[in-house]
């Protein structure tokens, strides 16, 4: 049983998924939507090409992590600006 490139990486997506359910950091949430951006692609393309790939995983994962950072942030991590916090350094 040969598998194909986009199969293997929507398998590493599905893992980066899991792993993300364990950590709740949202970093491999967004590494699991990047491996399925370049499962996609592989797809399309048909085949691997490792500099394609790398820079498709790598511009997806960084957009993902930037605006799910963004989107999801707790009230807890915003600041309060009428007041001083003994913590803030």
Do not use: C, H, P, W
């Not at 085949?47 to 790598?58: E, K, P, Q, V």
């Amino acid at each position: 049983m040969n598998m194909e490139f986009y199969q293997i990486t929507i398998i590493v997506g599905i893992s980066f998924i899991i792993i993300e359910m364990f950590t709740l950091t949202y970093i491999f949430l967004g590494m699991g939507i990047a491996s399925f951006a370049v499962a996609l692609v592989q797809y399309l393309f048909d085949g691997l090409s490792f500099n394609r790939d790398l820079m498709i995983f790598t511009i997806v994962s960084a957009i993902v992590i930037l605006a799910s950072r963004k989107i999801l942030k707790r009230k807890s991590d915003q600041s309060i600006s009428g007041e001083e916090d003994v913590n803030q350094y």
